[in-house]
C-alpha cells in the first residue's frame, strides 16, 4: 500500500503557484520522498525528490517538515501544460530488497485553469 | 542523453496470444523495472532486474515474465493473453537502483487485447 495521501484533486490559476501537499506520516528516517507528474498517456515524469532538506530545481520547490511527516510540492508559477497527475511516493531505504520499486498512490490531480 | 526508449508504442493483441515488450533504459543505468497502469488499479509494479537478474517482484500472475541482458536493456512478456492485460507498460531505469538513484520513466507501451 502507497504510504502517502493526498488530496484527489486541486485546481490553480495559471501563473499563480500551485501548491500541492502530501501526507506521510508514517516516514522513516532513511526513506526519500519522491514527486512525480503524469500528463494523460504518457510516462511519469521526474519531478524532485528529497530526504530532510527542502530542495529547489528548475520545475518546482520540495518542502518538508521539520519532522518529515508531510511535504509540500510547489510550481511557482503554474501553466496550462503543469495540468497533470502528481504523485507523492515515498521511497524505501538504501539497501532495503525493495529499494528499485515505487509504490504508487492515486495522485491529485492538478487542473490549471486560465 | 536520451531517455528510456519502449518498443513498440502501441498494438493490437487477441486473447490467448503472447506479447513482448522491449526497454531500452538510459546509457548507464543498470536498473529496469516494469509497471502496469490501468484505470482499474492504478500504477502498479511488476518486476525489477538489475545486473541481469530479478531483485524484486510484484504481485502478478506467471504469465508476467521478464529478463534483462547484458547490456541492460530489458523485454517482458505476457503469456496467454487476457482481456484485463489491456494496458499502459512502463519501464523505468535508474543508475543503481537505491534509494537515492532517481528512476526515469519511458513513455510506455498501450497494449489492447481483443
Known amino acids: 500500500d502507497a504510504k502517502t495521501t493526498q488530496p484527489t484533486s486541486m485546481d490553480c490559476a495559471e501563473g499563480r503557484a500551485a501548491n500541492l501537499p502530501c501526507n506521510h506520516s508514517?516516514?522513516?528516517?532513511?526513506?526519500?520522498v519522491y514527486w512525480y507528474r503524469q500528463i494523460h498517456s504518457q510516462g511519469p515524469q521526474y519531478i524532485i525528490h528529497?530526504?530532510?532538506n527542502n530542495e529547489t530545481n528548475e520545475m518546482a520547490s520540495l518542502i518538508i517538515t521539520e519532522d518529515r511527516k508531510s511535504s509540500t510540492l510547489i510550481l511557482p508559477h503554474a501553466t496550462l501544460r503543469d495540468t497533470a497527475v502528481y504523485y507523492c511516493?515515498?521511497?524505501?531505504?538504501?539497501?532495503?530488497?525493495?529499494?528499485?520499486?515505487?509504490?504508487f498512490g492515486q495522485g491529485t490531480t492538478l487542473q490549471v485553469k486560465p | 542523453k536520451a531517455g528510456v526508449t519502449q518498443t513498440p508504442r502501441y498494438l493490437i493483441k487477441t486473447r490467448g496470444q503472447q506479447v513482448t515488450l522491449s526497454c531500452s533504459p538510459i546509457?548507464?543505468?543498470?536498473?529496469v523495472s516494469w509497471y502496469q497502469q490501468t484505470p482499474g488499479q492504478g500504477l502498479q509494479f511488476l518486476f525489477e532486474?538489475?545486473?541481469?537478474?530479478?531483485?524484486n517482484k510484484g504481485n502478478f500472475p506467471g504469465r508476467f515474465s521478464g529478463r534483462q541482458f547484458s547490456n541492460s536493456r530489458s523485454e517482458m512478456n505476457v503469456s496467454t493473453l487476457e482481456l484485463g492485460d489491456s494496458a499502459l507498460y512502463l519501464c523505468?531505469?535508474?543508475?543503481?537502483?537505491?534509494?537515492?538513484?532517481?528512476?526515469?520513466f519511458g513513455e510506455g507501451s498501450w497494449l489492447t487485447v481483443v
Open positions: 523505468a531505469s535508474s543508475y543503481g537502483g537505491w534509494s537515492g538513484n532517481t528512476i526515469y
Open positions: 508514517t516516514i522513516s528516517g532513511n526513506e526519500y
Open positions: 528529497g530526504l530532510k
Open positions: 511516493i515515498v521511497r524505501v531505504p538504501h539497501g532495503s530488497s525493495n529499494t528499485g520499486k515505487l509504490i
Open positions: 546509457s548507464g543505468h543498470r536498473s
Open positions: 532486474y538489475f545486473s541481469e537478474t530479478q531483485r
